[in-house]
């Protein structure tokens, strides 16, 4: 093992430049996509009205009260490039290949360079990180600044870390909890434990916390900028914390003791399993009964204590504020929280285990897999290449309504209004009318039928992906809890709702556990006939 090797010795640029290739060709066949689901919805619009009025509140949609960086860093790209979705994606897998230079410069210091290397390798692979890193999303980019603010932390530079922290909450608010957690836990080794950390013997390679009041304040630093960004936001809107719906669905919503409870193991899942990250923790688990391995009579050298503390302090702040706010429980929003878990797992393997690089690749190979390959249960499809097939889904069946029915009043539900009423988002060519309603489970499409005058015809699809045989599916209480606290619904195949309505299925497409159809109602029919 190659202990004393040291990435720092390579040029951040090349690493920087070396990453941003591997995303690019990785991602290739994906750029040029049209915009999905919240990228079309809220990011995408609201940087483009930042673009065309330089208003750091966005109209066109309504304001969640978001950071601007991100907005404003892709406004800036679509002026110097062009607005496109490809530029925009390139754009994205800039931030992606920063955020892996922090993860390996973080893990080469807090281990070595082999973890290093490891550890980033299974970043890029896992395939939330893969799949977000060409998205429009704000968390990824949080999760970058995050990790460099984690680096200045382990390397006792107060005023660069603040710095980053600062531009992690002004790229998306609950990037605060970071620096917060950090803050708690110096607090903790300052007043509790100070006299009682034990220092390695080795004294130069050992991180030591220091924690005295200048990391206190650089660690209170990115408040007063992100209260800034809220002051602005309350002026020009009257709401501080987004529009009434955003805080309700979000905050207000959120709040049920039962649903606390579910979201907590949920988020825990999402940071110890998810995705075929279960094979990594588990192995680690495993090899925790295992003595450490010696080089020349020594034992390989383990994270100190302190910073893997300080990571489990970040972690719990993420697992549990995420628990009680978050109307979504999404994958994306633990992007910070993961590459720790990463480089902790693959330190211990190191450590003890000494065919550790080939359970490493069993780990990679199984998160590539998961590009692919859907778990067997339900998941947001932003989390793997199921966001493609979506896409791919509306693109066509899009293309299809327009040309055949280019005058029609369409009904159908978001985020397929916006796609088919903004063209800047890649599916049409010219806005149609549009007749919403929130999803196409059986109670929402027999309302429309009495309104079935005001549509022509109807875009349906499947706004969550439905595994063939699911795990869970005969727990009733689940079902229950998930309609209850979590938004689920089942929605209604094409054929039958083509049934319902009245109406005559005329296009679908089945892919991959997704589907779309469109529905011709009688009024169209008998217009063709005369």
Request: aromatic share 14%; net charge neutral.
């Given at each position: 093992?190659?202990?004393?090797?040291?990435?720092?010795?390579?040029?951040?640029?090349?690493?920087?430049?070396?990453?941003?290739?591997?995303?690019?060709?990785?991602?290739?066949?994906?750029?040029?996509l049209?915009?999905?689901?919240?990228?079309?919805?809220y990011?995408?619009?609201?940087?483009?009205?930042?673009?065309?009025?330089?208003?750091?509140?966005?109209?066109?949609?309504?304001s969640?009260?978001?950071?601007?960086?991100?907005?404003?860093?892709?406004?800036?790209?679509?002026?110097?490039?062009?607005?496109?979705?490809?530029?925009?994606?390139?754009?994205?897998?800039?931030?992606?290949?920063?955020?892996?230079?922090g993860?390996?410069?973080?893990?080469?210091?807090?281990?070595?360079?082999?973890?290093?290397?490891?550890?980033?390798?299974?970043?890029?692979?896992?395939?939330?990180?893969?799949?977000?890193?060409?998205?429009?999303?704000?968390?990824?980019?949080?999760?970058?600044?995050?990790?460099?603010?984690l680096?200045?932390?382990?390397?006792?530079?107060?005023?660069?870390?603040?710095?980053?922290?600062?531009?992690a909450?002004?790229?998306?608010?609950?990037?605060?909890?970071?620096?917060?957690?950090?803050?708690?836990?110096?607090?903790?080794?300052?007043?509790?434990w100070?006299?009682?950390?034990?220092?390695?013997?080795?004294?130069?390679d050992?991180?030591?916390?220091?924690n005295?009041?200048?990391?206190?304040?650089?660690?209170?630093?990115?408040l007063?900028?992100?209260?800034?960004?809220?002051?602005?936001?309350?002026?020009?809107?009257?709401?501080?914390?987004?529009?009434?719906?955003?805080?309700?669905?979000?905050?207000?919503a959120?709040l049920?003791?039962?649903?606390?409870?579910?979201?907590?193991?949920?988020?825990?899942?999402?940071?110890l399993?998810?995705?075929?990250?279960?094979?990594?923790?588990?192995?680690?688990?495993?090899?925790?009964?295992?003595?450490?391995?010696?080089?020349?009579?020594?034992?390989?050298?383990?994270i100190a204590?302190?910073?893997?503390?300080?990571?489990?302090?970040?972690?719990?702040?993420?697992?549990?504020?995420?628990?009680f706010?978050?109307?979504?429980?999404?994958?994306?929003?633990?992007?910070?929280?993961?590459?720790?878990?990463?480089?902790?797992?693959?330190?211990?393997?190191?450590?003890?285990?000494?065919?550790?690089?080939?359970?490493?690749?069993?780990?990679?190979?199984?998160f590539?897999?998961?590009?692919?390959?859907?778990?067997?249960?339900g998941?947001?499809?932003?989390?793997?290449?199921?966001?493609?097939?979506?896409?791919?889904?509306?693109e066509?069946?899009?293309?299809?309504?327009?040309?055949?029915?280019?005058?029609?009043?369409?009904?159908?539900?978001?985020?397929a209004?916006?796609?088919?009423t903004?063209?800047?988002l890649?599916?049409?060519?010219?806005?149609?009318?549009?007749?919403?309603?929130?999803?196409?489970?059986?109670?929402?499409?027999?309302?429309?039928?009495?309104?079935?005058?005001?549509?022509?015809?109807?875009?349906?699809?499947?706004?969550?992906?439905?595994?063939?045989?699911?795990?869970?599916?005969?727990?009733?209480?689940?079902?229950?809890?998930?309609?209850?606290?979590?938004g689920?619904?089942?929605?209604?195949?094409?054929?039958?709702?083509?049934?319902?309505?009245?109406?005559?299925?005329?296009?679908?497409?089945?892919?991959?556990?997704?589907w779309?159809?469109?529905?011709?109602?009688?009024?169209?029919?008998e217009?063709?006939?005369h």
């Amino acid at each position: 093992m190659a202990a004393d090797a040291d990435v720092r010795t390579i040029p951040t640029a090349l690493l920087f430049g070396v990453f941003f290739l591997a995303l690019f060709i990785l991602h290739l066949p994906l750029l040029h996509l049209p915009y999905f689901w919240d990228e079309a919805g809220y990011y995408v619009p609201a940087a483009r009205d930042l673009l065309l009025t330089n208003s750091l509140i966005p109209h066109s949609t309504v304001s969640n009260a978001h950071p601007p960086l991100v907005m404003a860093y892709l406004a800036l790209a679509w002026k110097i490039l062009g607005f496109t979705p490809a530029v925009t994606r390139i754009a994205m897998l800039l931030l992606a290949a920063f955020a892996l230079v922090g993860v390996i410069r973080l893990a080469e210091r807090v281990a070595n360079l082999e973890v290093a290397v490891a550890s980033a390798i299974c970043t890029v692979l896992y395939p939330v990180f893969f799949a977000q890193s060409s998205l429009a999303h704000l968390d990824l980019a949080a999760a970058g600044f995050t990790f460099w603010g984690l680096l200045a932390y382990v390397e006792r530079r107060p005023w660069v870390m603040a710095v980053w922290f600062s531009l992690a909450a002004l790229t998306k608010e609950t990037a605060i909890l970071a620096p917060l957690a950090l803050f708690g836990w110096s607090v903790v080794t300052r007043f509790l434990w100070r006299r009682n950390m034990a220092e390695d013997a080795s004294g130069q390679d050992c991180i030591r916390f220091t924690n005295d009041i200048r990391t206190l304040y650089a660690l209170l630093a990115p408040l007063p900028p992100l209260a800034a960004w809220y002051a602005y936001h309350w002026h020009w809107t009257g709401f501080i914390f987004g529009n009434p719906e955003f805080f309700r669905y979000n905050v207000q919503a959120t709040l049920h003791p039962l649903r606390i409870v579910l979201a907590l193991g949920l988020r825990l899942w999402q940071v110890l399993g998810y995705m075929g990250l279960y094979v990594l923790t588990l192995t680690t688990v495993v090899a925790m009964s295992l003595p450490p391995l010696l080089d020349e009579n020594k034992e390989r050298k383990r994270i100190a204590v302190e910073v893997q503390l300080s990571f489990l302090a970040v972690g719990l702040a993420y697992v549990v504020a995420m628990a009680f706010i978050g109307g979504a429980v999404l994958a994306r929003y633990m992007l910070p929280v993961i590459p720790l878990v990463i480089i902790v797992c693959v330190s211990t393997l190191c450590r003890r285990v000494r065919y550790w690089r080939s359970i490493v690749g069993i780990v990679v190979l199984v998160f590539v897999v998961g590009w692919f390959v859907n778990p067997p249960y339900g998941f947001s499809m932003e989390d793997n290449l199921a966001y493609r097939d979506y896409i791919l889904l509306h693109e066509r069946a899009e293309q299809y309504l327009a040309t055949r029915y280019p005058t029609s009043r369409v009904l159908t539900a978001w985020p397929a209004g916006d796609e088919l009423t903004r063209p800047y988002l890649g599916y049409v060519s010219r806005p149609m009318h549009v007749f919403r309603i929130e999803d196409f489970t059986m109670e929402q499409l027999l309302a429309a039928v009495d309104l079935r005058s005001q549509f022509d015809v109807a875009l349906v699809f499947s706004t969550k992906y439905e595994p063939p045989h699911p795990l869970l599916a005969h727990w009733h209480l689940w079902q229950e809890w998930k309609k209850r606290f979590f938004g689920y619904h089942r929605d209604v195949p094409p054929e039958v709702a083509a049934q319902i309505l009245g109406g005559r299925l005329v296009y679908s497409e089945h892919r991959a556990g997704q589907w779309v159809g469109l529905i011709e109602m009688e009024q169209v029919q008998e217009a063709r006939l005369h």
